[in-house]
């Protein structure tokens, strides 16, 4: 139940997250709702279609490669230690 819950936290962490810094680019950019776009305001949305992604997969991709070591003998270690247990 903990790692379920712990699960569903980051999640609605992640969209609240998402939405707050989609909003603040939108302003950024100079988005007015139910207007018709600047050109500049156009691109600005295009951009962030493209970076913001770009960016979150980049740190994402960092976390994992600096914090998640798993090679094959950590893994033959951690099932030793799995079997081992009574």
């Known amino acids: 139940g903990t ?49 913001y992604p770009a960016a979150a997969l980049t740190a994402a991709i960092l976390v994992l490669g600096y914090l998640y070591r798993l090679t094959d003998q950590k893994h033959a270690e951690m099932i030793a230690e799995i079997e081992a247990r009574p």
């Open 3 to 51: 790692v379920y819950s712990l699960f569903n936290f980051s999640r609605k962490l992640a969209q609240s997250l998402s939405g707050f810094l989609s909003g603040i680019g939108l302003s950024i950019i100079g988005y007015v709702p139910n207007a018709a776009q600047k050109a500049g305001t156009l691109l600005g949305i295009k951009a962030i279609l493209l970076l």
